[in-house]
């Protein structure tokens, strides 16, 4: 059976007794895992003052794996571009692009990444780097990355002697990100792996029904991330996705804190009111053998018609992650 294309997202998880060091170590060694295994990509988000995530610099993550890889298509997934000024992250990618032609991708996304308070501190009181200014920040984003239906100041240039640009993509969780990706000619992935909902179908729709074709990308292109985990049974897929439920409980209530592991998240003492949100929270989508895994995989892709899909997963461990990755990939047929 011909299946689309898998890639992975990461967001170097920091876990319960360990540092930044070894998470951005498992998060390297994943990377490796994933090229070896035949996965197209391998995309880092950026979040900000997160005790459970040490990816908070993607540019700088994805030159060490892009570094530490031979094949594999490297990226963000996203860069918060409210968060930056848009010449500063051109000039980031086109140098990565430089470094490693044919091999860097640029997801965008428009959310903050992080609360309002550190926001805030990343943006300081520019009058420049505000949600309302993400249309006009993209696409000057887009002309200093070789865009040339867009108009540029051009004087500026993000790169002296560009041979390749990155592949740019726009990420979402709602519509908005559709309508900007179908009305650019862009990529689009859907953050489908925390936002369970039916906007993902509408959503698909909007972006492949609305699609007006670039130069760059005459078709559309859709990919939809999912949160997974595969183990040799379901009851033990199911032990190994519950850190990733205690974190999504912990990101709904407030209370930050690094990964913990399956056994401390089985042995959680929680409250009544916790249990009932726990019980809405299911942190990891699908669960269980590769088999089963993929199975509801292929139906998520005829559901929505993406090309490819991207596969999150929060684990307490990297070795379950590659597990996981390694079943995946051998029951996909990478």
């Known amino acids: 059976m011909s299946r689309v294309p898998l890639s992975v997202l990461d967001l170097a998880t920091v876990r319960e007794g360990h540092d930044s060091t070894d998470a951005l170590r498992g998060t390297t060694e994943i990377a490796q895992a994933a090229d070896q ?4 990509r391998f995309w880092v988000a950026e979040h900000h003052n997160a005790p459970a ?6 540019p700088v993550l994805i030159a060490h794996l892009a570094a530490n890889t031979p094949r594999i298509k490297v990226g963000s997934g996203g860069v918060m571009l409210p968060n930056h000024m848009p010449f500063v992250v051109a000039e980031q990618f086109a140098l990565l692009e430089a470094l490693h032609p044919g091999r860097i991708d640029l997801g965008i996304g428009r959310a903050p990444g992080t609360d309002q308070a550190t926001a805030t501190a990343l943006r300081g009181v520019s009058p420049h780097l505000t949600v309302e200014q993400f249309p006009d920040h993209l696409k000057l984003m887009l002309s200093l990355l070789g865009d ?5 100041n051009g004087k500026l240039v993000a790169t002296p002697f560009p041979s390749s640009f990155p592949e740019v993509w726009m990420l979402g969780s709602s519509t908005y990100g559709a309508q900007v990706a179908a009305a650019l000619g862009l990529p689009f992935c859907y953050a489908y792996h925390f936002a369970m909902s039916s906007d993902v179908d509408s959503a698909a729709r909007i972006y492949l029904n609305g699609f007006k074709p670039s130069p760059r990308f005459p078709e559309p292109h859709l990919m939809v991330s999912a949160s997974v985990i595969a183990a040799e049974t379901t009851e033990e897929a199911d032990y190994l996705a519950g850190p990733s439920r205690i ?3 912990s990101l709904r209530t407030g209370r930050l804190a690094p990964i913990v592991s399956p056994e401390t998240a089985a042995a959680a003492d929680l409250s009544d009111l916790d249990r009932g949100l726990l019980a809405q929270l299911p942190g990891t989508q699908y669960a269980g053998t590769a088999d ?5 995989l292929d139906t998520l892709v005829e559901r929505t018609g993406a090309k490819e899909l991207i596969l999150a997963g929060t684990v307490y461990d990297p070795e379950t992650r ?5 079943r995946i990939a051998k029951a996909w047929g990478l």
């Open 322 to 326: 590659k597990d996981s990755l390694a």
């Open 247 to 249: 974190m999504a409980l």
């Open 148 to 152: 040339d239906r867009i108009e540029s």
């Open 53 to 58: 995530v040490a990816s908070t610099s993607p």
């Open 37 to 40: 295994l035949g996965y197209s």
């Open 292 to 296: 089963e895994v993929v199975a509801s």
